[in-house]
């Protein structure tokens, strides 16, 4: 099973940028297509990106498209996710995890291994 491990979470103010990275253990990092999603207190969890495993196809959630970047380096093992133009709404723990196909599922919360998140505070 892999293991994740997110970084990169912090406090910022509106319209402000922050970078999430998550990091793999598995050297079969590369086989597994990955996504960004995030939970805020008494949510639900969301999908927030997803890309497939070469990194050749990406997907995102409405409210963030435009907004966020997701990126994959097969050769770091790692994953990212890009944050611009912030809004207290984004406000939530950000975790990573593991699809265990090349492709990103139809049902994009139907992930495997995930890590245990990293808090992101956008303030007004």
């Known amino acids: 099973q892999v293991q994740l491990v997110e970084s990169g979470g912090g406090l910022v103010q509106a319209g402000g940028s922050l970078r999430l990275s998550c990091a793999a253990s598995?050297?079969?990092?590369?086989?597994?297509?990955m996504g960004w999603f995030r939970q805020a207190p008494g949510k639900e969890r969301g999908f927030v990106a997803a890309i497939t495993s070469s990194g050749s196809y990406t997907y995102y959630s409405d409210s963030v498209k435009g907004r966020f970047t997701i990126s994959k380096d097969n050769a770091k093992n790692t994953v990212d996710l890009q944050m611009i133009s912030l809004k207290p709404e984004d406000t939530a723990v950000y975790f990573c995890a593991a699809y265990g196909t090349t492709y990103v599922p139809l049902n994009r919360l139907m992930f495997g291994s995930r890590g245990q998140g990293t808090q992101v505070t956008v303030s007004s």
């Open positions: 598995e050297r079969t990092f590369n086989n597994f297509a």
